[in-house]
């Protein structure tokens, strides 16, 4: 067995299996001291071992040691004071004779292969009488460890691990058992030679500030009741201990709110965004319109935002054991232009009185207050419809067409929360070709894709916005293109293009790339020196 260090020692048990014998004539008295085999203690590599044996008479008697670890029928190590040489630990082996009646067995230099039953037995006796031992030596200290870091740190519903095992030589293992927060499960191997036993876990919020301990001992019994299964009497003491560190739970943002939730908002209304998050959570604003980014939790509506609807976004962000996590919430933030305030107007009436009399008199006819009002050079009231704010576009995905310049255009929204689409373009009787891009999230009011036109050989990209005015939806798009260079020189590049905008209005719902595609006639690709189909 390996050297071990003064900190790692051997642990020497010694086990009884048959208790106290009862002393008579002529036969050995005990095995051990009085109240049977004792805990020797831990020692260092190299150290002994002790196991003593007596008998109740001082002549006639043959006192024999035999072991059993090293082979199970049993090799004799001694007679009587003797140690017989032909056994493979005889330059190990010791025997104390100090008294008449004392027949000690050392061990020296204990190694793990010396676990095992050892039997004192008197050959003279009639019938021959004996009593035996066990011998268990740890290899070391448990050997313990865990998935949980050294400063106890974990997240909600991570999964984790805390195990220990010791490896022994002998009949009798020592047992572990677990002790913790629930909920977790346990699991054990046990081996004639090694046990292992495991915790596992998924993190819970009530394992905060909690451990987990594996207790390593031997199972102890009592002289007057037979021992239970894997247990025995007079086994040594054994009480090692292993605590993991004490748990320190911390989770990422999640389930994020904001209030108030209003329809329209007014100026001097705060918005409050929440994410349960441990550590507590930094928070940003962020208005996806103008791109103005607001630290904190909470943001206010000011003039700025009046006649305005936009999407504000709120992230929420924390670290855990030096990695950032975050959440996010989209919220529209509409506030309602100043109203103008409906002016009446009077005109002269005239009627005939009950004595015929013309008679004079003013009305003021109120106009449908959902109206604003003007008044015509011959007084008449006339009644304008109110034009409902500008909002973004509530959908993307569909045909979209523009007439001057003319360009068909065909978009699908592949992912709602980051804004990613794709789709095909054409400009004018051009090929169709394939685009993709980036929209605002959620609302859609943003937008931006790029394209590589084979017939002129440039590649354009297209900025723009989609909004909604009385029902009527407009996405206008400015492109800039760059054609490829023809000088080979360096310090030249391609020349550029900045077009006119492209005013697309919608004409259909969702659209299939290949049924565009397919409206083309078909032709056999041809490709330039550039790789570019021509």
Not at 129 to 154: H, K, M, R, Y
Not at 393 to 421: F, H, K, M, Y
Request: net charge negative.
């Amino acid at each position: 067995m390996k050297s071990l260090t003064a900190v790692l020692n051997l642990y020497f048990a010694l086990h009884c299996l048959c208790g106290e014998i009862a002393p008579t004539d002529g036969k050995v008295q005990t095995f051990g001291t009085a109240s049977g085999p004792r805990n020797v203690g831990w020692y260092a590599a190299g150290g002994s071992v002790t196991l003593t044996c007596s008998s109740d008479t001082t002549s006639g008697h043959r006192i024999v040691w035999t072991e059993y670890a090293t082979n199970p029928n049993g090799a004799q190590i001694s007679d009587n004071t003797n140690v017989l040489p032909g056994h493979p630990n005889a330059a190990r082996y010791q025997i104390v004779h100090d008294t008449a009646t004392q027949y000690d067995l050392v061990i020296q230099a204990v190694a793990l292969f010396d676990g095992g039953t050892y039997r004192c037995e008197d050959l003279n006796a009639a019938p021959t009488d004996s009593v035996q031992a066990e011998l268990i030596v740890l290899e070391s200290f448990p050997n313990c460890n865990t998935t949980i870091g050294w400063n106890g740190i974990v997240m909600e519903d991570q999964l984790h691990f805390v195990e220990c095992s010791v490896n022994f030589q002998g009949n009798i293992p020592p047992d572990m058992t677990w002790t913790g927060p629930p909920p977790f499960s346990v699991a054990e191997s046990v081996s004639k030679t090694s046990i292992w036993s495991g915790v596992e876990l998924f993190v819970v919020r009530n394992q905060n500030g909690s451990f987990f301990q594996c207790v390593t001992n031997f199972t102890q019994g009592t002289p007057s009741e037979p021992p239970p299964p894997g247990a025995a009497i007079n086994v040594p003491t054994l009480f090692y201990v292993y605590a993991s560190p004490r748990l320190l739970v911390s989770w990422a943002p999640k389930n994020m709110y904001y209030d108030p939730v209003k329809t329209y908002y007014d100026v001097g209304d705060t918005i409050t965004c929440h994410a349960d998050a441990y550590p507590l959570p930094s928070y940003r604003w962020q208005n996806m319109l103008t791109l103005e980014v607001i630290n904190g939790q909470s943001f206010s509506i000011d003039e700025d935002y009046v006649g305005m609807t936009t999407t504000m976004r709120c992230l929420a962000t924390n670290e855990i054991n030096g990695f950032d996590f975050a959440d996010d919430i989209f919220m529209n933030v509409t506030v309602l232009g100043p109203t103008t305030e409906m002016e009446t107007t009077t005109s002269p009436t005239t009627t005939t009185t009950a004595t015929g009399g013309p008679s004079t008199f003013s009305t003021a006819t109120p106009p449908d207050s959902s109206f604003p009002s003007t008044t015509t050079d011959s007084g008449d009231v006339s009644i304008e419809p109110t034009r409902q704010p500008m909002v973004p576009c509530g959908e993307l995905t569909g045909r979209w067409q523009s007439d001057d310049p003319s360009a068909t255009l065909c978009l699908e929204v592949v992912d709602q929360n980051s804004g990613e689409i794709r789709g095909q373009m054409r400009v004018g009787s051009q090929t169709f070709v394939d685009i993709v891009g980036r929209a605002t999230p959620v609302t859609f009011d943003l937008v931006g894709w790029s394209g590589l036109w084979p017939d002129d050989a440039f590649v354009s990209s297209y900025a723009g916005e989609c909004h909604s005015c009385d029902d009527v939806e407009e996405l206008v798009a400015n492109p800039i293109s760059r054609s490829i260079r023809i000088s080979t020189g360096c310090a030249e590049s391609g020349p550029v293009r900045n077009g006119s905008a492209f005013h697309f209005h919608r004409t259909g719902g969702s659209c299939n790339a290949e049924k565009l595609v397919a409206s083309k006639p078909r032709h056999v690709s041809h490709y330039n020196k550039f790789g570019i189909r021509l």
